[in-house]
């Protein structure tokens, strides 16, 4: 049967926390004459004229904000005209092969797509429709485009074989997948002087690494290819500047709010760094209220595949923890 229109379903799972850029009113109020937003899609592809790399660091896994914005960009002729190669985390590098004729049309069955984004390195994180609905937006896009046109998805996650994986002491051994996520951009990206759009977790985007300090894709990229990675962070701080800063005429248009040069992106926060060290810019959404987490509905999950998610919950996490964020739609 045909996938285009496949859909799945979902868990939300926080990505990145704490309170980033918590700022004085006085110092909203120095950014007045700042430089305004601009439309989402324009701030993205303005980046790829200096930079090779574009990165979203999602907030929040699993928003249904964050599925239409994706879905519309790779339908605008704009980013189209660029064609990055896009770059996902939610498929592991050994299921490049399927993910490739899924995207190029090809007429495969549902249990066979649902591989890519359930066979990953992280148990259950990827049961968000929003994931599955992007590439079958990016699937239908290619349908409308000259083959040289067509969109090219690379699976960013690290290589996994379940049916190897026994123990936590296997599963640990897989290593940090930051460092798959670089390689995958390094070599056939950037080696080859192409472009990359890429989505992924905060914690693996940031400019200055991971929370407690370590090294992230962005950061191993940048080790071999300084100022090649523009990172663009969802806005989801309650705390932060006024929304009004980040909105357009158009309240419901997607924006894009570059930090370099601002008052506010230039100013410590409430941990003494200047947000611009961070990320680059910042994509609104809409306010954080309007935020809607993306579910499998109750039941929809087999129940063989529950048991090797079970099994899989196990050895990562030494507890069911999969049915506790799946809830009703594992039962």
């Not at 499998?296 to 999950?301: A, E, R």
């Amino acid at each position: 049967m045909a996938n285009a229109s496949l859909k799945v379903l979902v868990v939300v799972g926080w990505v990145l926390s704490g309170s980033l850029w918590t700022q004085s009113a006085a110092q909203t109020r120095s950014g007045a004459s700042d430089h305004p937003p601009v439309d989402a899609v324009q701030g993205i592809t303005s980046a790829f004229e200096k930079h090779p790399v574009v990165m979203i660091a999602e907030w929040r896994h699993g928003l249904r904000q964050m599925g239409d914005f994706l879905n519309m960009l790779v339908a605008d002729k704009r980013f189209q005209a660029i064609k990055p190669e896009i770059v996902v985390e939610f498929a592991s590098r050994n299921n490049q092969t399927l993910l490739d004729r899924y995207i190029a049309g090809d007429d495969l069955p549902v249990d066979a797509v649902r591989h890519i984004w359930r066979d990953t390195t992280k148990v259950a994180s990827w049961e968000f429709p929003v994931y599955a609905n992007w590439l079958a937006a990016i699937r239908s896009a290619n349908q409308k485009l000259p083959a040289a046109k067509r969109f090219h998805v690379l699976a960013g996650d690290t290589p996994i074989d379940w049916s190897k994986i026994n123990t936590h002491v296997d599963w640990a051994a897989l290593g940090d997948n930051n460092i798959s996520f670089a390689e995958v951009v390094k070599e056939q990206v950037l080696k080859k002087k192409l472009r990359a759009f890429v989505v992924l977790g905060g914690n693996h985007a940031g400019k200055m690494g991971t929370r407690d300090g370590g090294s992230n894709a962005t950061t191993l990229i940048e080790d071999y290819y300084p100022g090649a990675v523009y990172t663009i962070l969802h806005y989801m701080d309650p705390k932060s500047i006024p929304e009004a800063r980040l909105r357009l005429v158009d309240s419901t248009v997607a924006t894009v709010y570059d930090l370099k040069g601002t008052s506010f992106g230039e100013s410590p926060d409430s941990n003494g760094v200047a947000p611009v060290k961070y990320t680059d810019a910042l994509l609104y959404l809409g306010p954080v209220e309007s935020m809607v987490e993306s579910k499998p509905p109750d039941g929809s999950l087999e129940p063989e595949y529950m048991k090797e998610l079970d099994r899989r919950s196990m050895i990562e996490w030494g507890e069911l923890r999969a049915r506790k964020f799946l809830g009703a739609a594992a039962k």
